[in-house]
């Protein structure tokens, strides 16, 4: 079955290291997303990519990057890891402008020290 | 970007509807409700969206209202497995899956 996976689903790493989660799809889907999740937010829209050599920054973008070389993949880096980047993050695809279902991966609880 | 206004949590009794409102009074003409649900610590998951008509499927229903400044997703027999965070979204079609997410409704069905 087609599907969205991350990795690593958990990691704890220390302030100033660069980080990088990955995010892969099965169904080449155009479309990726990252948001991450914070007590009190809910979800909030790092990143995203409309299809290969796309990015778009989303509401908060600030300390991260995101690069797409091919359908499948989308990874998102954390340049230097802060605290405050300590948080759940969330990989969507969809599959174009118009789709209304986004599809969710389980989720990486990434832990800055 | 808080389009949406939902009450932060619900209770409802298993086996009884459980009626979720939200508030949308300033959508536009060609934006789209949608509901998305999210089981702890798993992904959210879509349920329903609509535009003006009632829509109905196997999950849920959603009814919005005339003048689409509200809508209410209604699960017809909730179960403890419908014990989850509810988003109200709303946003225009052509815009690829930006979804914001607000705080959503904290919905938990009681046995």
């Known amino acids: 079955d087609a599907e969205i996976t991350q990795s690593p689903r958990h990691k704890i790493t220390e302030t100033g290291r660069q980080v990088t989660l990955a995010c892969h799809q099965t169904?080449?889907?155009?479309?990726m997303f990252w948001y991450r999740q914070d007590l009190g937010h809910g979800l909030r829209l790092i990143h995203y990519s409309y299809g290969v050599q796309d990015t778009n920054k989303g509401e908060v973008s600030d300390g991260y990057s995101v690069s797409r070389s091919n359908t499948e993949d989308l990874p998102l880096t954390l340049e230097s890891a802060a605290s405050s980047q300590t948080s759940v993050y969330f990989c969507a695809s969809s599959v174009g402008l118009t789709a209304t279902e986004a599809f969710f991966g389980q989720g990486t609880r990434l832990t800055v020290v | 970007d808080a389009k949406t206004t939902q009450p932060p949590s619900m209770d409802c009794a298993e086996g009884r509807a459980a009626n979720l409102p939200c508030n949308h009074s300033t959508i536009s003409g060609n934006e789209y409700v949608y509901w998305y649900r999210q089981i702890h610590s798993q992904g959210p998951q879509y349920i329903i969206h609509?535009?003006?008509n009632n829509e109905t499927n196997e999950m849920a229903s959603l009814i919005i209202t005339e003048d689409r400044k509200s809508s209410t997703l209604i699960l017809p027999h909730a179960t403890l497995r419908d014990t989850a965070v509810y988003y109200c979204?709303?946003?225009?079609?052509?815009?690829?899956?930006?979804?914001?997410f607000g705080t959503g409704t904290s919905l938990t069905v009681i046995p």
């Open positions: 609509g535009l003006k």
């Open positions: 169904w080449n889907h155009n479309n």
């Open positions: 979204i709303v946003r225009p079609p052509e815009t690829g899956n930006q979804f914001y």
